[in-house]
T-cell receptor, first 114, second 115 residues
Framework: ETGVTQSPTHLIKTRGQQVTLRCSSQ?????VSWYQQALGQGPQFIFQYYREEENGRGNFPPRFSGLQFPNYSSELNVNALELDDSALYLCASSFRGVTNEKLFFGSGTQLSVL | AQSVTQPDIHITVSEGASLELRCNYSYGATPYLFWYVQSPGQGLQLLLK??????LVQGIKGFEAEFKRSQSSFNLRKPSVHWSDAAEYFC?????????????FGTGTRLTIIP
């Protein structure tokens, strides 16, 4: 049990729709990162938020966006869904400010785009 | 750009036998290195990490890994596997200026344990 919760656990959307995934970080954590894990692949870094601002982004288009709220919960928004967006989306939180602080992952949201 | 290669897609090991999972990385300086385990339908759990210092790192569940700069490797080992070790294992590299938040993962090695 990591203390990082994600909702929903599963989601089915159709191409062109928009989706919002939610993450509740572990208590006290000020940094949240989002990863996309396609079937049979390792997770890929989407972006990271620190103190409510984007603080690093991977190779993902602008239709992938996010928010981090004052209570350190977070959202991942994907617009104009494509079939290739089907994947497990993982949220991870940590506390920046402590050397070598650990990254805690949630169980993910499985998104299927039809 | 940093990258991670896990050459073995799938490994099958008998319960009680030893295990070594390979990981090679590409990074310009001394990286932060990690091993994670993922069980079906679950998120990632950190097994161990290397930031600096002793190149032999001990982790949870009896796992260890050795950082070899000359070979750009960070192989994971366990002297005797248990059926509960069956899972997907990911090696990852992180950029020091990002701490451990922005990680580049390998494609994973699926471990099957046979009785």
């Amino acid at each position: 049990e990591t203390g990082v919760t994600q909702s929903p656990t599963h989601l089915i959307k159709t191409r062109g729709q928009q989706v919002t995934l939610r993450c509740s970080s572990q208590s006290g954590h000020n940094t949240v990162s989002w990863y996309q894990q396609a079937l049979g692949q390792g997770p890929q870094f989407i972006f990271q938020y620190y103190r409510e601002e984007e603080n690093g982004r991977g190779n993902f288009p602008p239709r992938f966006s996010g928010l981090q709220f004052p209570n350190y919960s977070s959202e991942l928004n994907v617009n104009a869904l494509e079939l290739d967006d089907s994947a497990l989306y993982l949220c991870a939180s940590s506390f920046r400010g402590v050397t070598n602080e650990k990254l805690f992952f949630g169980s993910g949201t499985q998104l299927s785009v039809l | 750009a940093q990258s991670v290669t896990q050459p073995d897609i799938h490994i099958t090991v008998s319960e009680g036998a030893s295990l070594e999972l390979r990981c090679n990385y590409s990074y310009g300086a001394t990286p932060y290195l990690f091993w994670y385990v993922q069980s079906p339908g679950q998120g990632l759990q950190l097994l161990l990490k290397y930031f600096s210092g002793d190149t032999l790192v001990q982790g949870i569940k009896g796992f260890e890994a050795e950082f070899k700069r000359s070979q750009s490797s960070f192989n994971l080992r366990k002297p005797s596997v248990h059926w509960s070790d069956a899972a997907e294992y990911f090696c990852a590299v992180g950029a020091p200026n990002f701490g451990n938040e922005k990680l580049t993962f390998g494609t994973g090695t699926r471990l099957t344990i046979i009785p």
